[in-house]
């Protein structure tokens, strides 16, 4: 059985904030950070509004695209790295509550900025297998509530957003559906992204003695980037390779938007032009799990995407993680 991606929709909160406004802020630049990493600006959620709140909207916009009746959905992922609690309860039981959706599974998925990707495959095998018929997708992430807004080599990188996605199956005769998935781990890296206190292995015994940093995202930046740019040119290679096929063949490349010198460096090694990559983050600079949905919205919005197009989805993440999707629009 193949399966589609029915609709898409998407969010992003409705405060936006500049290079210039952050530079007032943090000792940075307009164009330290456009030269950087390609970043504009970044839409951060007001203090009020959670993860879940963003899903929820970007929910609506891909349920009311697909024409479906919200109880048809037999079970909602999300992928985040920054739910509205530590653990549990899951994010996805909150959207399904604030969804008013009776009867569904509901569970995360905890992947970094890879986790669209792997949510897609995971919903994508459940409604092959037959598990369910209808999936709501998400990636939605809130990094600036773990942001270190005193630390100018992280705080400049993060937005906050949320990405939408229906999956069900293809009718007879459709082109569509999603052809071939890449999911690779690499825990070796893991401190090289991560936010450290919090969880079993640094929990927080008294909040007095915790570091602020450490309840904050951290990066090295340079390991993180190094990892990115080969994975992202291998990702590509094997995925397009073991489907027999070419760049060429590829209408269009979502890259996780993280950084435009990830993308401009990887397409380099591959001899490959920028063209068919779409590329969003000068807007929303990295909205992690979001990021793949958002620009794929967009993109769909633009009147630039075909029926039939192919597309091809690379990310890379915390864990580290790192995976690609291959699909027919």
């Not at 349920?63 to 609690?85: N, P, W």
């Not at 997708?137 to 229906?166: Q, Y």
């Not at 990115?228 to 291998?234: G, H, I, K, Q, S």
């Not at 993109?299 to 291959?326: E, Q």
Request: net charge negative.
């Amino acid at each position: 059985m193949r399966v589609k991606i029915a609709s898409v929709g998407a969010y992003v909160p409705e405060k936006r904030i500049s290079n210039e406004e952050l530079a007032k802020s943090v000792e940075t630049s307009d164009e330290w950070i456009r030269s950087h990493t390609g970043i504009g600006s970044r839409h951060i959620c007001a203090k009020d509004e959670a993860t879940s709140d963003l899903a929820v909207k970007a929910a609506e916009q891909a349920i009311a695209s697909a024409g479906i009746d919200k109880q048809e959905i037999e079970t909602i992922i999300v992928a985040s790295a920054s739910g509205d609690f530590v653990g549990f309860p899951s994010t996805s039981c909150i959207v399904q509550e604030r969804l008013g959706i009776t009867s569904c599974g509901a569970f995360d998925v905890a992947a970094g900025c890879t986790g669209f990707v792997y949510a897609l495959e995971i919903g994508k095998s459940m409604v092959a297998s037959g598990s369910s018929s209808t999936i709501l997708v998400i990636g939605v992430d809130t990094l600036s509530k773990i942001t270190n807004w005193e630390d100018r080599n992280t705080c400049v990188l993060f937005g906050d957003g949320a990405g939408a996605a229906i999956l069900m199956p293809a009718s007879d005769g459709e082109k569509s559906g999603i052809i071939d998935s890449i999911l690779g781990s690499d825990g070796s890296g893991a401190e090289y992204l991560m936010r450290k206190a919090g969880g079993s292995r640094y929990p927080i015994d008294d909040p007095k003695t915790v570091e602020k940093k450490d309840l904050c995202i951290a990066m090295d930046g340079r390991k993180v980037y190094n990892f990115a740019v080969r994975v992202n040119t291998e990702l590509i290679t094997s995925i397009l390779e073991r489907n027999k096929l070419s760049f060429e063949n590829v209408d269009w490349v979502i890259p996780h938007q993280a950084n435009i010198r990830i993308i401009q460096a990887a397409a380099g090694r591959l001899g490959i032009g920028l063209e068919k990559f779409f590329i969003n983050i000068e807007e929303y600079a990295n909205t992690s799990a979001a990021s793949i949905p958002i620009a794929l919205n967009q993109l769909a919005g633009s009147g630039k995407l075909k029926r039939g197009d192919l597309l091809l989805f690379v990310g890379f993440g915390a864990g580290l993680t790192y995976g690609a999707n291959l699909l027919r629009w």
